[in-house]
């Protein structure tokens, strides 16, 4: 069943019934043996028996024109227009199978561009205009069969045969009104046909040029994500296991002389553990692979502690604020927490044994200024386009912010950024 329903969807199937339905409409409505038959026409002399065939021939020749118009639209026009000239050179009335060169016509309007599709309906007017002038007659229709007379039968009997009587010239003219107005109203159904066709596919290819750019929109914002993430998760471990490190170091060292000691490290090392797990924690949850939500951001409030963890770590560090603090918004406040984070790692890998830093946050009315500077030798070797550098550029880029990078003035390695604060919201 399946298979029957997706057979009778192809065109092919689809005009063969339209054209078995025209054919019956005309065998039922027009009666063609019975009209032919008794039509006394140009090919009458061969007798009714071969007007017979020939309009059935013609016939034939429109039913597969019809089938396969979708296939082939103006060579089956071609084919149409032959039949229905065949028909009228019989001299019979233009019957319902006739309509297939409406049928192709429009077939042809809606499948090839406007203009050949107006060269078409030209050529066809002409036609049936030269036709016409040339017969001296309008294109016999039912009118035009108006009386009967004796005519000549196979056998010896007379036969009452119908004869054609030619029309006035307000007729000829008038019949091609009609046919004129039949064709330029079916080229134009199609035309229209293939218009709103056209309109429909622009549609589409903007609906689907829309489903690509929000595919595009929605994987740069995919990327950007995954970009945020990698920082933050650089942030946070680079940090954590830095301090780790340092403490494993130093406990190392004590396990000989000072248990005490070794213990403490130990301690620490639990300690900024849990806390880099905590910290990890929320850069999930702040992208919904955690369902924590309740952890809150890392911000400036929290400086103190990570100082303390530095400084647990035998890096000395200090704070000095200038300025009144003020409330930031959120995304500020963990960018300026993350660039403290990040510069105090890169001081405790790279600045060496025995150097302290300080940090100096500023706040003025349009933005906070943060300066971590330290005092030892050893630079960074992040500064050239490393993780922890590269997302702290990033984060300040991205509020149009300033970052300064490089050695300090009297030595060491210095970190400067401004972050703008005026028009954001908490």
Not at 277 to 290: F, P, S, W
Not at 401 to 410: A, D, E, I, R, S
Request: hydrophobic share 45%; charged share 15%; net charge neutral.
């Amino acid at each position: 069943m399946t298979a029957v329903r997706a057979w009778s969807r192809l065109p092919v199937p689809q005009d063969a019934a339209l054209a078995a339905v025209l054919l019956l409409i005309c065998v039922l409505v027009n009666d063609p043996n019975t009209i032919v038959g008794t039509t006394a026409g140009p090919l009458a002399a061969g007798g009714a028996g071969v007007q017979l065939i020939l309009w059935w021939a013609a016939t034939a020749l429109t039913a597969i024109a019809v089938t396969l118009r979708r296939c082939w639209p103006l060579p089956m026009l071609a084919g149409c227009v032959l039949a229905a000239a065949v028909h009228v050179a019989q001299a019979a009335p233009l019957m319902i199978i006739d309509l297939s060169v409406l049928v192709l016509l429009h077939t042809v309007a809606t499948r090839h561009e406007r203009a050949v599709s107006l060269a078409t309906l030209a050529g066809l007017l002409l036609l049936v205009t030269g036709w016409s002038l040339y017969d001296a007659r309008p294109i016999p229709g039912p009118s035009h069969v108006l009386s009967t007379g004796p005519g000549l039968d196979t056998t010896s009997r007379p036969k009452e045969v119908m004869t054609v009587h030619r029309s006035a010239s307000a007729d000829t003219w008038s019949g091609l009104s009609v046919l004129g107005s039949a064709l330029v109203a079916s080229w134009a159904i199609g035309s229209g046909t293939r218009s709103r066709r056209a309109y429909l596919d622009e549609l589409h290819a903007h609906a689907r040029d829309l489903e690509r750019e929000r595919d595009q929109q929605a994987a740069l914002a995919a990327a950007a994500e995954r970009g945020r993430i990698s920082r933050e998760l650089h942030d946070v471990v680079a940090h954590g296991l830095s301090l780790m490190v340092i403490q494993a170091q130093g406990g190392a060292a004590a396990l000989g002389s000072n248990p005490a000691g070794t213990r403490g490290a130990l301690e620490a090392i639990v300690s900024t553990g849990r806390a880099s797990l905590a910290d990890m924690r929320q850069v999930l949850t702040a992208v919904g692979e955690v369902d924590d939500a309740w952890h809150p951001q890392p911000g400036l409030a929290d400086l103190s502690a990570l100082l303390a963890r530095v400084n647990g770590a035998g890096t000395p560090v200090g704070l000095r604020v200038e300025g009144s603090p003020a409330a930031l918004p959120s995304a500020v406040d963990l960018s300026a927490y993350r660039i403290v984070q990040e510069a105090l790692t890169n001081t405790m890998k790279h600045a060496g044994t025995g150097a302290a830093a300080s940090v100096i946050l500023t706040y003025r009315d349009t933005e906070i200024a943060i300066e971590i500077s330290d005092n030892g030798h050893g630079g960074t070797t992040d500064a050239g386009g490393g993780n922890g550098l590269r997302g702290m550029r990033e984060r300040v880029k991205l509020f149009g912010g300033t970052l300064t990078v490089g050695p300090g003035p009297q030595g060491g390695f210095a970190v400067r950024a401004a972050l703008p604060i005026r028009g954001h919201t908490a």
